[in-house]
């Protein structure tokens, strides 16, 4: 392995220890508020799975993935560092950055809750409050439309009414009363049937 290869590689190891190292501190802020569970382990799998195959991938590029002693001095080299240098500044801009993404997606819930949502319930309420008004003025129509057709038939029932004999008036309302009581009973029956 020659010199160049080797300083490469050393480099390319600080700078993953560097990226470790803001990755764990990115990773810790966004899953600080953790419960310990079986979702908990599969995280920190995935996490160190993750920065693993990133490291090896660097030391692939650098060397074709020899290990040396100080390729782990590196690591920890550049890890040092950035705890050191420059963990302070990148976690401020990793909340800069946080707050600038939920003020967008504030931005954006709002834009599509007053763009979209609101109009799209105003509509239907219009069209839910004009569909009522249309059944109401209907059915009153339709009322109207039976009292004006029936008003006709219903004087001439009452002109016939008053023609009949008397008799005949008792004998109607005799079968009309007749006609009810077998009506309830029927109405007995079917309830009793579907109990």
Not at 52 to 71: I, K, P, S, T
Not at 124 to 142: E, H, Q
Not at 156 to 165: C, D, E, T, Y
Request: positive net charge.
């Amino acid at each position: 392995m020659t010199l160049t290869t080797q300083f490469i590689t050393i480099l390319s190891m600080i700078g993953g220890g560097m990226f470790v190292g803001a990755s764990l501190d990115t990773f810790e802020r966004f899953f600080h508020k953790r419960k310990r569970s079986w979702l908990e382990a599969v995280y920190q799998l995935s996490f160190w799975l993750f920065q693993a195959a990133f490291l090896f991938y660097l030391l692939y590029l650098a060397n074709y993935g020899e290990l040396r002693v100080y390729v782990f001095v590196a690591i920890l080299c550049g890890y040092a560092a950035y705890r050191a240098l420059f963990q302070n500044f990148y976690l401020n801009t990793l909340e800069r950055m946080i707050s600038i993404g939920l003020a967008i997606i504030r931005f954006f819930k709002k834009t599509i809750y007053y763009l979209i949502f609101v109009p799209a319930k105003s509509i239907i309420f219009l069209i839910i409050s004009l569909l009522l008004g249309v059944y109401k003025i209907l059915l009153k129509g339709i009322i109207i439309l039976f009292l004006v057709v029936f008003y006709p038939i219903r004087i001439v029932f009452q002109l016939i009414w008053r023609l009949l004999p008397k008799n005949m008036k008792n004998y109607l309302r005799h079968l009309a009363g007749f006609l009810g009581k077998i009506k309830n009973t029927m109405n007995n029956w079917f309830k009793r049937i579907k109990k």
